[in-house]
Each structure stands twice: as structure tokens, then as C-alpha cells.
């Protein structure tokens, strides 16, 4: 196992190392916080056949959105 240090941004984010991000082929990475640890997983969304495309935890402060909101991302998503 390799480790490095890493400090977050003034905003929160930490950058994985770009060596690291090559060895997958994917720029999605899942999250989980376990017991005071956080685990850092590739994830593959294409193999998922699903999208993640509104995040109430994460994506505009916390806060839902409108069902036109969620519509037009939809659409957007349809649309490519």
C-alpha cells in the first residue's frame, strides 16, 4: 500500500495524486466514511448504467431542488 498526505482547499477538496488516478479508467470515485476513515473507491458509472446527477448532501449546499430543476438536468442528461 502506498499513502500520501494531503491537505484540503480553502473549499474542502483534496487532489488525488495523478499516478494514482491513471492506474483506473475512470474519473468517478466513490467515498464512504467508515469509522473515523475515509475509503476512496474508483467507480466505473458506465458499467453502472446509472448517473448521479443531484446530490442533496453535496450539490447546492445541502439544499433540494425544484422538480423543474430535476427535470431540466434530465433532460440535459437525455440530450448528452
Known sequence: MTAKISKCTPKGQITLPKDWRNQFNTDSF???YDQKQLIITP????????EVI????SDNNGKGISVDEMIKS???IKNG
Do not use: S, Y
Request: net charge positive; hydrophobic share 50%; proline share 0%.
Open 30 to 32: 466513490m467515498i464512504k
Open 43 to 50: 467507480v466505473d458509472l458506465a458499467g453502472l448504467h446509472e
Open 54 to 57: 443531484f446530490d442533496a448532501k
Open 74 to 76: 434530465l433532460k440535459k
